[in-house]
């Protein structure tokens, strides 16, 4: 299998994230090009802790322009893994 760090970049620590918690549910930045399975093997992985379910949606990029020139920032996608009950990710 890949490298689980390749597939899981990043914990989402946001506001609606925070709220989440109580429900056991986390937010992770994403490969792109991950599905919902190699997802829930990596957090498993890093995490060491047993995932009940994943959801997944593609954020699509913000437009920006810098100066005259018009641009956005790249689509990225969004994990929402959901915990079995009695597990728990410690997040300092």
Do not use: H
């Not at 009940?52 to 100066?67: A, D, E």
């Amino acid at each position: 299998m890949q490298d689980p760090y390749k597939i899981v970049m990043s914990m989402i620590r946001t506001e609606k994230g925070s709220n989440l918690g109580p429900l056991n549910k986390y937010l992770f930045w994403v490969s792109k090009s991950s599905n919902k399975i190699v997802i829930k093997w990596a957090v498993e992985q890093i995490y060491k802790v047993k995932v009940s379910r994943v959801n997944t949606c593609i954020m699509s990029g913000k437009k920006r322009r810098v100066r005259f020139e018009e641009g956005s920032t790249p689509d990225w996608k969004k994990a929402i893994v959901t915990l079995k009950a009695g597990e728990k990710i410690d997040v300092a």
